[in-house]
């Protein structure tokens, strides 16, 4: 059998995407966000998010077809976000899915979203050429405006563990609050980026947390944010009490300095302490300048091979969970039921649901 | 409704809706072939595929045999309405069959105005929020738009729909015995042809529950403030 011609659908945030693999090649990756819509609110709200997803799926689905230059007919299986995510989000996509499948008589694969943010780096190839294998075991992290995370993992089709994760805020979430404060647009993390590149990062020294040695003990590769958007906080506010110019550059710089060492430095700690001598990074986050250039030196000094999918493939995206669902046909593990639900807190373990 | 003459469609009519519990129902030639109804008000998107996969297997049809589609767009709770409106775009883009949106309300008054409904009734759904999805009709025709409302402000006009279950008190003495409580999905497919044509935008009836941040409070006091994004119904 030649390698499987798969359809996945990715509506968990504010991304309705849809797209088509064969096997390891990328057909089709279409993606329509919502983002702006969510602006003026500061944060994702999850009702607007998925009123856009229905208005987008149709569509995303017709432009995907004609982009991979397929007919329906010929899809072998269809994969799509079960979780986690939002769950008026996620239920669109996953009403697409099944109908698509059963329409076509094809099986459905419900996957889970942080497994096809480390699946993609499959697809980022030249196209034709063959892709490159994912180390076994790999060490993901996965920073967005949803989630922090580090993953072992062992086999993209079945063997994740979560290593550590966010107690509180994600790394985007942190970016979206101290951008507000610094009366910058949403989102926060390409303005802040932006606003960084005039600043002085040793300008003001903002905690980095879960590092002091008690929470080193309980949470050593853990993150929390909710201290350094406090902390940032309070430092521009006493600024403006003591009728001083906040120097927006300077705190970008800082805050991003503190996001990007607290982040690289647990990564690279979890792969020296598991073991593990390949990274790879996804999530919207993944785009980060400061964050990609001190995770690229850190894993350099400590011998650990890091691969970064290009940003396109990096934020949520159709084509992640089809490359999943081909690496999950090809292991000829069973499909999901067309009874599945969503699961807005789907434990990363779980790479395919079941009914 | 009955001011048009009824068109009779050839062939296969699936109708869908969810706008309460999951329907799913078959019409051929527009008569009522099946109708199923399945699970409570949290399960559409588990639901409603699988019974419409055993409505069309029961009466031994596959997708490709359907002539169009109709789904109810509500008014409704929003997530189960999505699931519904999603369900009966894909299925029409991957079937190529006319996908048609009817009012839910609207496919409850064509129930009850089929066995002789009053000159003016009201069809009333379940909003929460101790408040009414409803419409007025007049000689099976609907007036205006459909509103949200609280129950005290319904007309005091002959009621039926899932509503009237919701408000016993208030709204089952303004229901005459034979009036509908609830969509049947193997009606809506056979009176698709007659109703309005009101797209596949869902009826939401409401904005959604999100504002844009206030001030934000000092952080120097220890008191945090937390933006309340909206949740669905
Ligand atoms: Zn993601």
């Known amino acids: 059998m030649s390698e499987p011609l798969v359809l996945g659908i990715e509506s968990s945030c504010d991304e309705t995407s849809v797209g088509i693999v064969r096997g390891e090649q990328l057909l089709a990756n279409e993606v329509a966000s919502s983002m702006e819509l969510h602006a003026r609110f500061g944060g994702v709200v999850p009702e607007v998010a998925s009123r856009a997803h229905l208005e987008a799926i149709g569509p995303a689905l017709r432009r995907a077809v004609a982009a991979a230059d397929v007919d329906l007919s010929e899809l072998d299986a269809v994969a799509v976000t079960a979780g986690p995510g939002l769950m008026g989000s996620l239920v669109v996509g996953l009403a697409a899915a099944k109908t698509l499948a059963a329409v076509l008589g094809r099986p459905l694969y419900g996957l889970n979203h942080l497994v096809g943010h480390v699946a993609v780096d499959l697809l980022d ?162 785009a980060n300048s400061r964050l990609r250039t001190l995770l690229a030196e850190r894993t350099a000094t400590a011998g650990v091979v890091l691969r970064r999918p290009r940003p396109g493939l990096c934020t949520d995206n159709g084509a992640m969970i089809a490359v999943l669902g081909a690496q999950i046909v090809e292991a000829g593990l069973e499909p999901s039921g067309l009874g599945i639900g969503a699961d807005s807190g789907l434990p990363v373990g779980t790479v395919v649901v079941r009914d | 409704m009955s001011a048009h003459p009824p068109t009779r469609p050839i062939g296969w009519t699936l109708a869908v809706d969810t706008s309460t519990v999951v329907t799913a129902g078959l019409a051929r030639d527009g008569r009522t072939v099946a109708s199923e109804q399945a699970g409570d008000n949290h399960s559409h998107v588990e639901l409603l595929v699988p019974t419409i996969q055993a409505v ?64 003016e009734f009201i069809i009333a759904s379940d909003a929460r929020r101790r408040e009414l999805y409803w419409a007025a009709y007049r000689d099976g025709r609907r007036v205006g738009q459909p509103r949200v409302s609280a129950p005290a402000v319904l007309p005091e006009l002959p009621t039926a729909g899932p509503g009237v279950r919701v408000y016993p008190d208030l709204l089952a003495p303004r229901r005459p015995g034979d009036a509908p409580l609830g969509l049947d999905a193997g009606l809506l497919a056979a009176h698709l042809h007659e109703l309005p044509d009101v797209g596949l935008e869902p009826l939401y009836l409401r904005t959604p529950d999100a504002a844009p941040p206030t001030a934000r409070k000092s952080a120097l006091t220890g008191r945090r403030h937390r933006l309340r994004p909206g949740t669905a119904q």
């Open chain 2, 56 to 119: 069309l297997a029961d009466a031994g049809i596959g997708w490709a045999d359907l002539a169009a589609i109709g789904v109810g767009v509500g008014p409704g709770p929003f997530t189960g309405l999505r699931v519904g409106v999603a369900t009966a775009v894909t299925a029409g883009i991957a079937a190529g069959v006319p996908v048609i949106g009817v009012c839910s309300l609207d496919a409850i008054a064509a129930q009850w105005a089929a066995r002789g409904a009053p000159a």
């Open chain 1, 125 to 286: 190839h030249p196209a034709g050429e063959p892709a490159r294998p994912l180390a076994r075991p790999t060490l993901a992290l996965l920073v967005s405006g949803g989630h922090t995370q580090l993953l072992r993992v062992g086999n993209i089709t079945g063997d994740v563990v979560e290593v550590g994760t966010t107690i509180d805020d994600a790394a985007g979430e942190a970016y979206d609050k101290v951008a507000r404060l610094l009366g910058l647009p949403y989102p926060g993390g390409p303005v802040i980026d932006e606003a960084a590149r005039g600043g002085d990062p040793t300008a003001i020294r903002f905690p980095r947390g879960l590092t002091a040695p008690h929470d080193m003990a309980r949470h050593r590769f853990d993150y929390s944010f909710s201290g350094l958007k406090t902390a940032v906080a309070r430092w521009v506010e006493t600024r403006r009490l003591d009728g001083l110019d906040v120097p927006v550059a300077d705190v970008a710089a800082s805050f991003q300095e503190a996001v990007a060492d607290v982040i690289t430095a647990k990564a690279v700690d979890a792969a020296r302490h598991h073991g593990i001598t390949d990274m790879i990074i996804g999530g919207g986050v993944a």
